[in-house]
């Protein structure tokens, strides 16, 4: 089992910067891809970014040129660097991490951070 703690969030002004960190603890070795999702009030949790052990990135539409995703794996974080925010990504984000049967002791599921608030005033 993966533990994840997302930390970071907190309430911003539109046109802010925001830097969100996820710790990873546990099978750490048994982690490949790692993500950021999120869930606005009211909606279903989407897809934010996505990032490899290569450190192969992918963003969502509106993310792209705005967030940039990153990971360092000697300390098993992952980060999301988020700029010219806007109301609109208002919401809890959320970290994912994706176990794959990479060695005996592993088992492929995803594991998720319990979330940090993103609040983003007009």
């Known amino acids: 089992q993966v533990q994840l703690v997302e930390s970071g969030g907190g309430l911003v002004q539109a046109g802010d910067s925001l830097r969100l960190s996820c710790v990873a603890s546990g099978d750490t070795i048994c982690v490949t891809n790692m993500g950021w999702y999120r869930q606005a009030p009211g909606k279903e949790r989407e897809l934010v970014a996505t990032?490899?052990?290569?450190?192969?990135?992918n963003y969502a539409d509106f993310g792209k040129g705005r967030f940039t995703i990153s990971r360092d794996n000697a300390k098993n974080t992952l980060y999301l660097q988020k700029e010219s925010l806007k109301p609109a990504d208002t919401g809890v984000y959320y970290c994912?991490?994706?176990?794959?049967?990479?060695?005996?002791?592993?088992?492929?599921?995803?594991?998720w951070g319990e979330g940090t608030l993103v609040t983003v005033s007009s």
């Open positions: 994912n991490a994706r176990r794959a049967a990479t060695a005996p002791w592993c088992t492929a599921m995803d594991d």
């Open positions: 990032i490899t052990m290569e450190h192969d990135t």
